[in-house]
């Protein structure tokens, strides 16, 4: 069955430091990428995805994401994070479901706090 | 353009009971998944619908089931509600077969309780 890896938990970082969280498919097919944020309190909101094409991709909010093929990896880093920038990141892949559907398979979530 | 919406937000149910949750689609969004996310977790695939037929279905009993409307908006049923039922329903759209490079666009859940 596909999976994917969150190693990071929980992270907390000061603001204006940089930001790296990790993120691992197990699948062998073609994968669609995604990373969501859900902010305290509110639903969850897509960050950035990749389809195909340069494996940098960049988002909403100064955030970014690498797809690198040979690792099975699409880590989420962002320079300089921001306090507003507290919340809980899903990584995702799209991958065929049963019938012709195809579903999202999420991580189980980094949360990070930023501090003042 | 309106986003996905879901009623009710919260809802609190008891054991063996039915529960049935709605959403809307986003405008023009004709595919609707619904998702379950247990606290601590991440959402789980419960099935989607595409055109008011079920077009795939995660590991979940045939106790969960759903409805598309003509206008693309999709109800969850639940039938005898267990306690491990209690989580985070979520409903997410997307314009067209979501296997395209097409990205899924979520609600802002339910929230139900088992007790």
């Known amino acids: ?116 | 353009e309106t986003g996905v919406t879901q009623s009710p937000t919260h809802l609190i149910k008891t054991r063996g009971q039915q529960v049935t949750l709605r959403c809307s689609s986003q405008s023009g969004h004709n595919t609707v998944s619904w998702y379950q996310q247990a606290l601590g977790q991440g959402p789980q695939f419960i099935f989607q619908y595409y055109r008011e037929e079920e077009n795939g279905r995660g590991n979940f009993p045939p106790r969960f089931s759903g409805l598309q409307f003509p206008n693309y908006s999709s109800e969850l049923n639940v039938n005898a509600l267990e306690l491990d039922d209690s989580a985070l329903y979520l409903c997410a759209s997307s314009s067209g077969l979501a296997g395209v490079e097409l990205a899924q666009y979520f609600g802002p859940g339910t929230r139900l309780l088992v007790l």
Do not use: M
């Open chain 1, 1 to 116: 069955a596909q999976s994917v890896s969150q190693h990071n938990h929980h992270v907390i970082l000061s603001e204006a430091a940089s930001l790296e969280l990790g993120c691992n498919y197990s699948y062998g097919g073609t994968v669609n990428l995604f990373w969501y944020v859900q902010y305290p309190g509110q639903h969850l909101q897509l960050l950035l995805k990749y389809f195909s094409g340069d494996p940098l991709v960049k988002g909403i909010k100064g955030f970014e994401a690498e797809f690198i093929k040979s690792k099975f990896s699409f880590n989420l880093r962002k320079p300089s994070v921001q306090w507003s920038d507290t919340a809980e990141y899903f990584c995702a892949v799209n991958v065929p479901a049963t019938g012709t559907a195809s579903k999202l398979t999420f991580g189980t979530g980094t949360r990070l706090q930023v501090t003042l």
